[in-house]
């Protein structure tokens, strides 16, 4: 039923992460689909001032510690090397999920979510934003 999954991570939220890492993994044993797991760093005004001045060294360690980060929770998942993949971005969360949704051709979206609270409502969430504007089936884990 599906070929490719599309699994956005914080990698900093070990709860939620792990409760959308499972699910999509079971779906993609069931279906024998691929698992792109993908974790978005998103660049704050210090990060692009930072940048602009020359300090690539800032966006280099982020991108460093994501990557051990991720190569540890791709090394935990029981799936065929051939069947996972992950890759990191900078940016919005709700664009880079939905841009590379769309250049996997992914069929299935699987994101976690926490309960919404005030927080939420007043600026909505990734997850939220990922459903509306995703071209794709988008299944909220909670």
Sequence with gaps: MYRTILLPVDISEDELTSKAVHCALNIARETGAKLHIL??????????NAYALGYMEIKDKA????????????????????RISYSIAFGSPRDEITATADELGADLIVIGSRRPNITTHLLGSNS???????????????
């Excluded at 051990?68 to 029981?78: W, Y």
């Excluded at 509306?132 to 909220?140: D, E, G, H, I, Q």
């Design 63 to 82: 991108t460093i510690k994501a990557e051990k980060d991720l190569g540890k929770l791709v090394a935990s998942i029981d799936l065929p090397a051939e």
């Design 128 to 142: 939220a934003a990922v459903v509306r504007y995703a071209k794709t089936s988008v299944l909220v884990v909670r």
């Design 39 to 48: 974790h978005v760093l998103p660049i704050s005004s210090a990060i692009i």
